[in-house]
């Protein structure tokens, strides 16, 4: 056995664990009763030792040092550099650093949870500021092992390639016309007269609205399941993804949006190519990437009006309410693409999404870089809400900076790829209409061509090429924020 | 820390693998789609790897010895004893041969499946042949290593501490009045006329009552669930057991009575003492208790008059039939105490079924013994059948020696553990009613009393005393088939 198959036979195995993982992390969410709680914990940080274990195993130092030495067939090189961008990426940290950084995260996190409905913003900054402190350590060291600046060393983890020079430009070009476009868009919409649906809508006949949808927009039931949990997400194996929702009886868009959101995660990893089942190449590319293929079902394809001309009529039917005015296609369209600036990102529309996501941006980065202190925090919140939003969050660090569970968790660098994903998701519709009627086809009800291109451009490709060389691929083009900014004068100012 | 304590954290990593394994066996079995099976059989496999290394470990040996010079508390040196004994199992067996067994075992299930449906006894006796083989060889080597003989040395596997001498002698006391009891119930029952209630009793009431029944036996939904699946199954962990059921709206009987014997599985489970947790101390006594369990909710418990004088009116609520004459308490006793000589093993009643195993007990003890070989198993299988049911296999295979799975996955020495659990369930019972009535607490519907005696006899005893002993302290006495005959007396020629 060659020193490049000993490394596919072990990344295999760490899959094939990650696999277990993904399956008993989706029961605990969607199927576990509460008492199963503690000691399924207990198991699944057993299997995390044994899979990090693994990652950081000493002789594979010398496998990849062999491995680059063998001839290799191109496509093997490509998995050999994924593998090895992976390695180094679990080793560079000294175990004591992570561990310390876990304790803290799960200490900040735990107490988030009460202080974040107590407005405790004293106590939460104390814990806050230990795991700035730490995730400044581990950036640094990964900052020198890759020759990357701190906070780009952490974006690398999620975003492989992106880059400060690259973001700021992009969200600076964004800031330049967003207030700007939400302004007009609100005046636009100040006189539109939107009427809410009133429930209840059954859970049971949601549910068969959500698989009826899933259905059209290809999700594949012999490689998947829709199921409930507190918190929706996409989880599971690529063999088989499990997604889920939480439904609300007296709103029945919120679930259904939320279910093509997690189709389009869904598809992306039941399109990833099976003969890299298992190998770091034929992993989904990035954070954003994948954010793309969720927002494009939800963002692109969903919420236009065409769709929800399609949509509309199955809604009306699933619930037994054929002449309600609310379940109109005419109202529904403007229910979908209400906006409205709000202190909450997770429920931001997608034209004032961005500017929560910039606003994190630019704190976390001069956070990692040392620029700003973790005090300074909420005055920097508040001003660049108001710049950004026009609206004030002073005082209420609820529903300002102590929102998110990501900085708790010590995940800095991971939310551009919220606003990347949108972009990316515009220029790949951008491009796929160069190529075809979009409109015609979702009139036709004949999505199969977008999702061809999608699993030729995106899914098949994995990881095998960078995200750049991707969206060259795709699109002809790098990443280009005007697609994105075209799609939502289209949509909103047409 | 002592080597006690390291083989603590030893048996509970392991046990924290097996907690995995049992979540990710109960998702492929009752959640996964179809096409997701290959990649899980694969992950389960990986983790069975992972599970073996561990268990033997070369570290083991010294650990052990170490150990046994500790001074520990008595409920230590309990637990050492146990974890002894299952190392050893683990270890005896040579690794070239464990994985020749595994790879025949496989192939003739696998061909079984096929073949069974085709009456191809030929081809099946060509694998099972191969499969005895091997089993020999694996009985030989743990002979060797115990002290006992070849066929003791596999039922130690499942039902520590039992002999053939002592089941040679219980189950020639059972052939001794078996088919004439039998005999006297068909003669008995005759002239009685049954309804067979007629469905559709569809499966969403028949799951609503599952849970009701469920409730009332004391299963903690906190720690468990019901679902389907293909075939019935408790599996899980004892903080969150996983029971299944398959629902046949033709026949709502079925799957109401397996859900029962499944409860009585499940609370076994839930039942063990937290205190032992993931030790193995704290594990299932033995195949034989565990069915004894789940014999007696079923068997001991619900089949009787009293309780489906109870029963009776639930199912006529839930399916919404007050006055179906087939659903009357009178009728269903009838039905579910209706005894008939099958060719069918699973489908059995519990005055035929000790019949069947019996039968297979000695075949299966001669052919390990290599008194008898696998083309004498049709001849055999047909004349008992005959002696002790009065109905003959000839020719027909699948209904005869080709219908359970036991030996082409190479399970010898399991089959007695059915039938000691009815006889171990039916003392429990006389026991108790030396204690208490029974009946009064059917009548009043107070069953709690009941299950604290089990819980402080047998479940929370778990693997911290022989078998003999937990018998002998829980009904004062050794096992003693009496009671058994007693209870089919009782219930059939009253
Ligand atoms: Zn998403
Ligand atoms: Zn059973």
């Known amino acids: 056995m060659t020193f490049y198959q000993k490394l596919v036979h072990h990344n295999q195995k760490i899959s094939r664990l990650e696999h277990l993982e993904a399956i008993c992390s989706w029961d605990q969410a969607a199927m576990m009763p509460e008492g199963g709680n503690s000691a399924r914990s207990e198991a699944l940080a057993e299997l995390a030792v044994i899979k990090h274990e693994l990652s950081i195993a000493p002789y594979l130092g010398e496998w990849f040092e062999q491995a680059a030495t063998e001839e290799l067939a191109p496509d093997e090189i490509i998995n050999l550099r994924e593998m090895k961008r992976s390695w180094q990426q679990a080793n560079v940290v000294p175990a004591d650093l992570v561990e310390k950084k876990s304790l803290a995260c799960s200490r900040c996190e735990h107490a988030w949870r009460t202080q974040r409905d107590k407005n405790d913003w004293q106590r939460f900054c104390q814990n806050l500021k230990e795991v700035v402190e730490l995730t400044r350590q581990e950036a640094q060291i990964r900052a020198e092992a890759t020759g990357l600046s701190r906070y780009d060393a952490l974006l690398d983890l999620y975003e492989p390639g992106m880059t400060t020079v690259e973001l700021d430009e992009l969200f600076s070009e964004v800031k330049g016309w967003l207030p700007g476009l939400i302004k007009q868009i609100m005046e636009r919409q100040s006189q539109d007269v939107i009427m809410q649906p009133v429930g209840p809508f059954p859970v049971d006949q949601q549910q068969a609205l959500s698989h009826t949808l899933m259905d059209r927009l290809g999700f594949d039931f012999n490689h998947g399941r829709l199921d409930k949990s507190i918190h929706p997400f996409c989880g599971g194996v690529p063999t088989d993804v499990r997604i889920t929702t939480r439904y609300d009886e007296a709103d029945f868009t919120s679930a259904l949006m939320g279910v093509i959101h997690e189709t389009g995660h869904a598809r992306y990893e039941q399109g990833l190519p099976e003969t890299w089942a298992g190998q770091p190449a034929g992993k989904a590319r990035s954070m954003g990437i994948h954010e793309s293929q969720s927002l494009f079902f939800e963002m692109q394809l969903s919420r ?151 699993d030729r451009h995106v899914w098949k490709r994995a990881s095998t090429v960078s995200t750049d060389q991707l969206l060259i691929d795709a699109t002809g083009e790098r990443l280009n924020a005007q697609y994105f900014k075209q799609h939502l004068e289209q949509r909103y100012l047409k």
């Open 304 to 454: 236009s009006e065409l769709f929800i001309d399609i949509l509309a009529p199955l809604a009306a039917d699933f619930f037994h309410r054929i002449d309600d005015p609310a379940l109109s296609p005419e109202n529904l369209t403007l229910l979908n693409t209400r906006v409205k600036p709000g202190l909450i990102r997770v429920d931001a529309d997608e034209a004032t999404y961005p500017a929560h996501v910039i606003l994190r941006y630019e704190i976390e980065r001069d956070l990692v870089e040392g620029k700003i202190e973790v005090e300074d925090i909420p005055e920097l919140w508040d001003k660049k809400m108001s710049e950004y939003l026009g609206i004030s969050t002073r005082g209420n660090f609820s529903d300002g900076c102590m929102q998110d569970i990501h900085w708790p968790i010590g995940a800095f660098g991971y939310f551009p790829s919220y606003t990347l994903g949108a972009i990316y998701a515009a220029q790949f519709m951008a491009a796929i209409k160069k190529e075809m009627n979009v409109d015609s086809l979702i009139r036709e009800r004949n999505l199969q061509p977008i999702f061809n291109w999608l």
